[in-house]
């Protein structure tokens, strides 16, 4: 599975942002999706992840009722919508694939098996 994000941007403190991942492959229709970011000097850190068939999401504290992740199995995209975004949230975001059978979604990046680029997001005044 090949993936490409897109989306990131500069916003202000309080504004919303849309990123989007495009898969290729219907393979992407069998894999759990997930949104991971770094900010600069700090590790990588989830952030949120849907199943395969959109029926279970899970979300960081840190973004839990600010962000919103859904799928589309026919177009092959991802999407992470951000709202009330904060200067805490500024980082490279990062779409990846897992191949999973468990009942929710993985947190953990060593369980997902195709990363895509990542797409900036600025939050600053």
């Known amino acids: 599975v090949q993936l490409q994000a897109s989306g990131g941007g500069l916003v202000q403190p309080g504004d919303s942002l849309r990123v989007s991942c495009a898969a290729s492959g219907r393979t992407f229709t069998t894999c759990d999706m997930g949104w991971f970011r770094q900010a600069p000097g700090k590790e990588r850190e989830f952030v949120a992840a849907?199943?395969?068939?959109?029926?279970?999401?899970v979300y960081a504290d840190s973004v839990k009722g600010r962000f919103t992740v859904s799928r589309d199995n026919v177009k092959f995209t991802v999407t992470l919508l951000m709202n009330s975004l904060k200067q805490e949230d500024t980082a490279d975001y990062y779409c990846a694939a897992a191949r999973n059978t468990e009942y929710y979604p993985p947190t953990v990046a060593t369980a997902y098996n195709y990363w895509g680029q990542g797409t900036l997001v600025t939050v600053s005044s």
């Open positions: 849907i199943k395969w068939s959109g029926a279970r999401t």
